[in-house]
């Protein structure tokens, strides 16, 4: 048994390399079902199931020498015993993720703790604070206990019978041939019907032991939401101190002279009525431009056809002084107002790309939202070979991932370009 | 200007509707009604003895386009009352949906613009006249935009203008010519924009808009 172990780790890496049939996803073959796919593929799945109940007394071994070399830990023998199993479980689980990776059709990954560059001793500790190490342990003992049943069962209901028949034959002796058929017949009707569900089982256990991809996905989750608060962050801070500055240098100083000229015009209206008239249209004339300011400021904090028609008709103003033929077609109820300003603000930086470089003769944003996801092409048929990383699109992007949106870019050479655009969001 | 206008006033912020009462009575105008809710509005639209409607896009209750919206439908009964839509600013769809709505008499400008006194009571009167009166923002934003490339920068002049609602006389005015050089930059315009002649203003005015929103 100490040679099965090894044995089997090194055809399960292997195969991580190269695709092994053995190996291939598990098929789906009903047992009411019985041809020739079916028994080749309960064949197949029976010697996956010898190789991992083999594994699994290796992995047996290995669980109970690290439990024995806890006490054993008061002396530099427990550190020896682990140095040594603790990789060799790494090892064989490593197997086991492939092998249950390739026949789930599912990555299974793990993500241990760095230990390279470290002292023996404290790599040791590092392995004991480490939850993937755990799972290792967790797991040689599952695969040497429940996990070896679960694998034991398939083999044996297919070969108890076949050695009896083999024998009967071999021997030529008809009553032990006949008498094994009676008895055994029934196993194999049962390692029929118990193989597919048993391996499969047990191959779900290895992943649900050693699988850590929900806990990387959830990791780089929270590093990208981290990462775009942050910036969303310094981006608003930036636009606060935009607008405070267009404000103090435009409308107010406007305001602030207009009334000026107010206050001289009434000391002059009698003494000098001409004067006190010019300084009167003055005044006026800085007021309008004031307006003129704020309007333009209003428009780039949100546009006020965005607030009064949600993203739709928002997109149509955009499209009409857009020079080429703009086909809107969307079908969106209202959205919380941060989305329509951020989607809003994506559409008008892909039309005036379109109509700055596309070179295209007609362009279009198609969009719906099915409940909780709105989804949004702008396209044009022109020269293609948009640039993702160009600012703008940068920007686009920085600004929906916010929102857990995402942007994908199609362009290529001579192609037409289409922006996908997909945010989750509720209906308001 | 045959006797005394009859002017419908639809402002929901008080200084404003009190400056604009103020601004028409001076321009010899008579008040009917002076408003300040959209519901009130539609109701004062329907009234007989109204040569002019004077109404601010936004107003009570949800502060979005309301205005807008009941002088829309207000047109659809009766296309040819005429309206003049102010706004703190303007924007092209919504002139879209104003000129779609009824024929002529139909104005959109710029808050702003009332500051000119004379040039907004010329306006309203235009307007009240059958005339169509944009503002020169929104003109202009359409005209920039749109590959106008074969019009000359006189021409472009001359049509900005035209789309203002301005009258050759005034356009010859404005441009320091004379009317007839104006009826010769139209006549170029209308065949560099394949346009068929029209000797209306109002329909002229219209049919660029319509040229300039089609392409």
């Known amino acids: 048994m100490g040679r099965a172990a090894p044995s089997s780790t090194v055809r399960d890496s292997a195969a991580v390399e190269a695709p092994l049939t053995w190996l291939a996803p598990l098929a789906p073959v009903p047992a009411g079902r019985i041809d020739r796919a079916g028994l080749v593929e309960r064949l197949r799945l029976t010697v996956v199931s010898a190789a991992l109940a083999a594994a699994g007394i290796a992995a047996l071994v290995l669980a109970v020498l690290m439990v024995a070399s806890f006490p054993a830990l008061l002396s530099l023998t427990g550190f020896l015993m682990l140095w040594l199993v603790v990789p060799l479980a790494a090892l064989l689980t490593r197997a086991h993720r492939a092998v249950a990776a390739r026949l789930l059709g599912e990555p299974v990954v793990a993500r241990y703790s760095g230990t390279t560059d470290r002292n023996p001793f404290l790599a040791v500790f590092a392995w004991a604070r480490d939850p993937a190490r755990w799972r290792d342990f967790a797991f040689c003992w599952f695969s040497g206990t429940g996990g070896l049943i679960m694998s034991i069962l398939p083999v044996a209901f297919f070969v108890g019978p076949l050695i009896h028949i083999i024998i009967g034959l071999a021997q030529g002796n008809w009553l032990w041939f006949t008498i094994a058929s009676v008895l055994y017949g029934p196993a194999w009707l049962v390692w029929w019907f118990i193989t597919v569900p048993l391996t499969r089982g047990r191959l779900r256990a290895d992943r649900g032991i050693l699988d850590q991809s929900r806990v990387a996905q959830l990791q780089q989750r929270v590093d990208q939401v981290v990462r775009s608060r942050s910036a969303t962050a310094d981006h608003s801070e930036a636009e606060l101190r935009r607008i405070e500055r267009d404000l103090h240098d435009g409308a107010q100083a406007r305001i602030a002279a207009a009334g000026m000229n107010v206050g001289l015009a009434e000391k002059l209206v009698h003494s000098d009525p001409d004067a006190a008239v010019e300084l009167l249209r003055e005044a006026r004339d800085t007021t309008v431009g004031a307006l003129e300011e704020l309007r333009t400021l209003v428009r780039g904090i949100h546009p006020p056809v965005l607030a009064d028609r949600g ?58 939202h099915d409940g909780d996801t709105l989804r949004l092409t702008v396209g044009d048929d022109g020269q293609g070979g948009a640039d993702p990383r160009g600012s703008g699109l940068a920007g686009i992007a920085r600004r929906l991932g916010t929102f857990d949106g995402t942007l994908t870019l199609t362009s290529p050479d001579g192609g037409g370009t289409e922006v996908r655009m997909e945010v989750r969001c509720r209906a308001l | 200007m045959p ?12 200084l404003l509707r009190v400056g604009l009462v103020r601004i028409l009575e001076a321009g010899g105008m008579e008040i009917v009604a002076a408003v300040d809710t959209a519901e009130a509005l539609a109701d004062a639209l329907t009234r007989d003895d109204l040569d002019v409607a004077i109404v601010d896009v936004r107003l009570p209750p949800t502060f979005t386009t309301e205005g807008l919206e009941a002088v829309v439908r207000a047109r659809s009964s009766r296309p040819d009352l005429p309206v003049l839509v102010l706004s703190q600013y303007v924007e092209p769809l919504y002139a879209r949906e104003l000129l779609a709505a009824g024929n002529g008499s139909v104005g959109y400008l710029l808050k702003d613009r009332v500051v000119d006194v004379d040039g907004f009571v010329a306006a309203v009167r235009q307007v009240a006249g059958g005339g169509t009166v944009l503002d020169p923002e929104v003109v202009a934003g359409l005209v920039s935009a749109r590959p106008l490339n074969r019009l000359t920068d006189r021409e472009r002049e001359v049509l900005t203008l035209m789309a203002e609602g301005r009258s050759n006389a005034a356009i010859a005015g404005r441009l320091y010519v004379t009317e007839k050089a104006v009826d ?29 929103n089609a392409v």
């Not at chain 1, 993203?311 to 020079?323: F, K, R, Y």
């Open chain 2, 184 to 212: 010769k930059h139209i006549n170029n315009i209308f065949t560099k924009l394949d346009l068929p002649p029209a000797p209306d203003d109002n329909r002229r005015v219209l049919a660029v808009l319509a040229w300039l």
């Open chain 2, 3 to 14: 006797g005394t206008l009859r002017a419908l006033v639809a402002e929901d912020q008080t």
């Open chain 1, 311 to 368: 993203l739709v008709g928002g997109i149509e103003a955009l499209a009409i002084p857009i020079p080429i033929p703009v086909t809107v077609a969307l079908r969106l109820p209202r959205l919380p107002a941060p989305i329509e300003s951020a989607v809003y603000f994506a559409v008008a930086e892909c039309l005036a790309n379109i109509a700055k470089h596309a070179r295209a003769t007609r362009a279009w944003v198609v969009g719906d």
